[in-house]
């Protein structure tokens, strides 16, 4: 055998090696090269009357499932040959995701569901059907993450419970196609991927990571302790020894008249501000029976442009230098003092500990979403036991689409505004959906998101958007810097919060009855008062 021939044969084998080895590491894959008629199970439940279709991606002759209308509970699901069990080595869940038409308010996440055992049906699919992982994008409102929810089985309670993943990555906000991924490693690291960067790295047993911990505290507040009667709060009190002085007048105005001023020079005394439009004609169509007398609109009286003021001239007011307004004790400390009450710990019943999170085994793969967006296109569905074979699968089935849709993205930018301003639009809204994934902001992630947002569908406001996030980001780090410990009092927040959305019709109203109030007051229709 020649040497160009041994090493062909040697190139071959180890190709055929990688391959058995992927196929070995690939628990399922779904391409939906095919109709998925007969592999996929669609929901027959009421509420899930979405309809799927096996549709090519836009700009692609690559099929995927798409969700094809609007406003509409979907849920489908495929059953795996057997159980995953999630507890052995490296999991690897990953696939793809297009928002053809975006995503305003909507999912667009996969539930990975326990063996039937746990109480579901395929044909039954829906919400309640107990699932392992949910995994992927989530968009409306406030809400704009990459969920990844573990429900986890309590072992003092029995009871399931979501814990979430903190500060999950935001969505990305184009009509790309891009590749989510999740990877459960067995030191209890769990890593999260877009387009294969990672986004956020977490461990399942950090307290830090999931709400709520998968480890409960060790102890709890009591429930029945009961703050004492006597327990003075207050840190500041009036000094009860103090007495207001005698001088103190309490009925002195803030402003008085200004004795000193003078009517200026020139001043029109007997001219009014406001005079007859002389231009003004009486409509034909004007019905003194049914409209009234007819009087012309008022102007300002020109008169009164060239001089320093019309009509009866009064002394302008000033601060008024006695003025104490309502006197009040000053404040001392308070000697009864004993700080901010709370209730006593004790041994919290539910406490366990945990060395590995006791992962359900994964059955099944479903999308059960809801969503007001249609064109949502799912592709390249993968569970695998290697993160090598996640990767060749992001470079060979979803690299070459993306790289394709970023070309022609840029083009139509390109096309759409020669000067390049929406590019540069583009890219500073893609700097800001990463500011507001940086922890220490992630208290006003959901405010950052907003603004983001309204700059999206608003360009013009685009400049002031960026400077309140840039004064967000500094007030928070100066924060960190210098410490923060005092907070600014809020008068009666829950009372405003409470009635937020009643004064928010009430102003509604109010500009309705402003309106018609205008429409009355036209200068066209005025009738004289008799």
């Known amino acids: 055998m020649g040497r160009s021939a041994l090493l062909l044969f040697l190139a071959f084998a180890s190709f055929q090696i990688l391959c058995f080895a992927a196929d070995d590491d690939t628990v399922f894959y779904e391409s939906f090269d095919e109709p998925f008629d007969g592999r996929w199970i669609v929901s027959v439940k009421d509420d899930y009357n979405g309809v799927w279709k096996h549709s090519k991606s836009e700009g692609h002759d690559d099929y995927g499932l798409l969700v094809s209308e609007k406003a509409r509970k979907y849920a489908i699901v495929n059953e795996l040959d057997k159980p995953v069990s999630l507890k052995d080595g490296s999991t690897v869940l990953q696939f793809e995701t297009r928002l053809q038409n975006g995503l305003e308010c909507g999912g667009a996440y996969l539930k990975y569901l326990r063996p039937q055992e746990a109480g579901w049906k395929p044909k039954e699919f829906d919400n309640e059907s107990p699932y392992s992982i949910m995994f992927g994008p989530d968009k409306c409102g406030g809400t704009n993450k990459v969920h990844f929810i573990l429900k986890h089985k309590n072992p003092k309670s029995g009871e399931y419970v979501e814990h979430h993943l903190k500060y999950p990555p935001s969505v990305p906000s184009d009509k790309l196609t891009h590749v989510y991924t999740a990877i459960l490693k067995p030191d209890n690291e769990v890593k999260i991927l877009i387009d ?3 986004k956020k790295k977490a461990n399942f047993l950090s307290s830090d990571d999931f709400e709520p911990p998968l480890i409960p505290a060790k102890t709890i507040p009591d429930p029945d302790d009961k703050k004492p009667e006597d327990w003075d709060e207050r840190a500041k009190i009036p000094d009860p020894s103090a007495v207001k002085p005698d001088d103190w007048d309490e009925d002195a105005p803030m402003e008085i008249e200004d004795e000193d001023a003078e009517k200026p020079e020139g001043w029109l005394d007997d001219e009014p501000e406001e005079v007859d ?5 009486k409509p034909e169509d004007w019905d003194d029976e049914e409209d009234g007398e007819w009087e012309a609109p008022k102007i300002d009286n020109p008169k009164c442009e060239a001089a320093p003021g019309c009509g009866e001239w009064k002394r302008p007011m000033k601060a008024n230098p006695a003025y104490k ?17 709370k209730p006593q710990e004790i041994p919290n019943p539910d406490y366990f500990e945990l060395d590995k999170p006791d992962f359900e085994p994964i059955a099944a793969v479903g999308i059960e979403i809801w969503t007001m967006q249609d064109g949502i296109l799912f592709d390249n569905i993968l569970i695998a036991k290697n993160e090598k074979v996640a990767e060749s699968y992001r470079e060979t089935a979803w690299k070459p689409k993306y790289e394709v849709e970023k070309e022609k993205q840029k083009a ?15 890219k500073f809204f893609d700097v800001l959906y990463k500011v507001a994934d940086i922890p220490f902001l992630s208290e006003y992630k959901l405010q950052i998101l907003d603004l983001i947002e309204k700059a999206e569908k608003q360009p013009n406001i685009t400049i002031g958007v960026i400077v309140s996030i840039a004064v967000i980001s500094l007030t928070v780090l100066f924060k960190l810097i210098f410490g923060g410990k005092k907070q600014p009092r809020v008068e009666k927040e829950p009372e405003v919060a409470e009635t937020s959305s009643t004064q928010s019709t009430s102003g509604e109203k109010a500009e309705e009855e402003e309106e018609k109030e205008e429409a009355a007051a ?6 004289r008062d008799t």
Do not use: F
């Not at 307004?325 to 009450?341: C, T």
């Not at 390109?414 to 540069?424: I, K, N, P, Q």
């Not at 036209?522 to 009738?527: D, E, G, K, V």
């Open 412 to 426: 139509e930018e390109e096309t759409a505004d020669s000067d390049g301003v929406s590019g540069y639009q583009k």
């Open 522 to 527: 036209a200068p066209r229709r005025r009738r």
């Open 277 to 281: 439009d002389p231009e003004a004609t």
């Open 196 to 198: 294969g960067e990672e």
């Open 325 to 341: 307004g309502k006197w009040s004790a000053p404040l001392i400390d308070n000697p009864n003092y004993k700080g901010i009450w």
